[in-house]
């Protein structure tokens, strides 16, 4: 085993490092006695895991995932941000909606339009 531990006031807060296996592990404690698995990174696949011990693809999250919210007037770069690219449009014509890059411009997930 080899980690690095965080503590605060001599209590456990972080540890990062290979604590009983292979896998790169990042856990989180509030109270230095409940240890919470933040990532898990496979070593055999390099998958990551956030929320799962048992990534099963290059990224594998377990639970909601949260992408960044725009108006219409302040989208992202498409380009910049490259083909495949997620957002969320607040104020797109007929309500909120995801959005994807297609490496030029935003485009609804829902029916692949532009975002006008």
């Given at each position: 085993t080899v980690s690095l531990l965080y503590q605060t006031a001599f209590s456990g807060r972080a540890e990062v490092g290979l604590a009983g296996d292979d896998a790169l592990h990042i856990k989180v404690s509030a109270d230095g006695a409940a240890w919470h698995e933040a990532i898990v990174i496979d070593p055999a696949t390099?998958?990551?895991?956030?929320?799962?011990a048992a990534p099963s693809s290059t990224l594998h999250v377990a639970g909601t995932v949260r992408v960044g919210q725009y108006?219409?007037?302040?989208?992202?770069?498409?380009?910049?941000n490259g083909a495949g690219a997620l957002i969320y449009v607040n104020d797109e014509s007929g309500g909120p909606?995801?959005?994807?890059?297609?490496?030029?411009?935003?485009r609804r997930v829902t029916d692949r339009a532009v975002v006008a």
């Open positions: 390099g998958r990551t895991g956030i929320g799962t108006a219409k007037a302040a989208l992202p770069s498409a380009s910049a909606v995801m959005a994807f890059s297609d490496g030029t411009a935003w």
